[in-house]
């Protein structure tokens, strides 16, 4: 087997099911080992879902659904819901398909689509998940609109994100947004500041914030270890585990209500 093809088996063993950094209820509990990232992957989506309140019988969309993840495990949780997920990338739609069985009465759906011109009916859905995807959407406050359209009355929006302690200058947010970054994607990155902003300009109250920064850092030297064969990859990742460590970045849960 060549190194290319042991590194794309590496990556598939770590992000084969949820593609979002992990969660260690103990950070210095973490062992480094590939196991152990899949478990604190499925612990990070648990994380969220607690946020959620999901009760069976729900009507349920997650945007950014990548291989099918989280949806598998409000699959396996819950009952009777209605579970729909969105992505804008047809292979992983294709993916999520092949690895997600519905059960327990639940209705699952995956769809290729735009977060920010969802397709669906108003008044569709009690709960909207988007799990560390928002900050790959062209506007984050037309994702808002549409969430608030699509959520019933008192439905919930949870989501994560790394979030800006502070703001930098808009010419950094636009070069993220423009270029990208290796391996990364294009970006755009904002503040708690700016959340309150779209949440009040969306009919959206604030249900909580919850900061798990410390808790996600033991997911950098596993991703380290994927891309230890790429300079650019190993070394981005260390400068994205800087702005965790340094706090200039935190990562962040974030649920709301629409009014």
Not at 175 to 189: A, H, W
Request: proline residues 3%; aromatic residues 12%; glycine residues 6%.
């Amino acid at each position: 087997m060549s190194e290319i093809e042991k590194q794309n088996k590496e990556m598939e063993q770590v992000f084969g099911e949820h593609i979002h950094w992990g969660y260690w209820e103990n950070p210095n509990s973490a062992n480094g080992s590939i196991e152990d990232f899949q478990n604190a992957s499925k612990a990070l989506s648990k994380k969220l879902l607690a946020l959620a309140n999901i009760v069976d019988g729900q009507a349920v969309l997650e945007v950014g659904c990548g291989f099918g993840g989280t949806i598998s495990l409000i699959n396996e949780e819950f009952h009777d819901l209605k579970i729909v997920g969105v992505n804008i990338d047809q292979r992983q739609i294709d993916r999520a398909k092949q690895k997600v069985f519905q059960k327990n009465g639940n209705d699952i759906s995956f769809i290729q689509g735009d977060a920010c011109k969802l397709p669906f009916n108003d008044n569709s859905f009690d709960i909207v998940l988007a799990v560390e995807c928002i900050f790959h959407f062209p506007d984050r406050n037309h994702f808002f609109s549409e969430a608030y359209r699509v959520l019933k009355g008192g439905g919930q929006l949870v989501l994560s994100d790394f979030v800006l302690s502070f703001d930098f200058p808009n010419l950094f947010n636009m070069s993220l947004k423009k270029s990208g970054i290796p391996f990364y994607g294009n970006i755009q990155l904002c503040t708690c500041e700016a959340y309150e902003s779209f949440a009040k300009e969306n009919y959206f109250e604030i249900e909580e914030i919850e900061d798990i920064n410390e808790s996600t850092l033991p997911t950098y030297p596993i991703v380290k270890k994927v891309f230890s064969k790429s300079k650019m990859g190993y070394l981005l990742t260390q400068v994205a585990e800087w702005t965790q460590k340094s706090k200039m970045i935190r990562y962040k849960n974030l649920a709301f209500k629409k009014i």
